[in-house]
């Protein structure tokens, strides 16, 4: 499939890559245009349009995912450039690849990408009990945390609450999960979650604590 096959109106998935972490997020295609490639919606965090392309580190790239109508396999186009472009005063992401028209890749999904957390906050039970645990690391499917009440079982689900700030942005994220690990550790008990649902909030939190992460390792 080339690029210029994109139909207005066709879910894509935008996927931006930091070093060896990647975060996505679907969108919409507005448009292609031979001079210019594909116009798709932004993403939006705080009623604000997110420039990835301001501020990020060299190191970020940017691919596009959707699903080839004529074969139904997932194909990706790689190594794209992702800017702000304001059409009949609206904002949209005008992604461009450097060979417009170039035929896609055969696309597998990614791996659960983690980014490290590290910061205490509560859980909350379906039946009221609220305990303290603290965050180890979360990705948009999976969250993991010590705590250390015995009350929560495999199968259960919680609502995990904590606060943080990523590049400059306060979040307070309120994550549910279903437990599906859960181990006997020296300082507690080891959860593991399957996340139930996410949101702009958490892809926002994940996309700027991988920027993050990722430009305190250029540093060190």
Known sequence: MTIDKLKAGQE?????LIGGSSFEFKTQVIGTNAGTGALVKPYIYNEQVVDFANG???SMSFSLHCID????????????SVTVVNFKGIDYYAIDAKAFG??????ERREDVRVTVNTPGSALKEDGLRFSVSVLDISDAGISFIGNSYRVTIGDIVEIN???NAKNTDFSLAVKARIVRAEA??????????ILERDNKLLA??????MEEKASKLVD
């Not at 109508?69 to 794209?80: A, M």
């Not at 550790?185 to 399957?194: S, T």
């Open 205 to 210: 939190y994940l996309c700027f604590k991988g």
């Open 69 to 80: 109508p004529y074969t139904g396999g997932r194909v990706v186009w790689k190594n794209l």
């Open 12 to 16: 894509v998935t935008l996927e931006i």
């Open 102 to 107: 170039k035929i896609a890749a055969s696309s």
């Open 162 to 164: 904590f606060a943080d």
């Open 185 to 194: 550790e020296n300082n507690g008990i080891l959860y593991a979650g399957k």
């Open 56 to 58: 990020s580190p060299e």
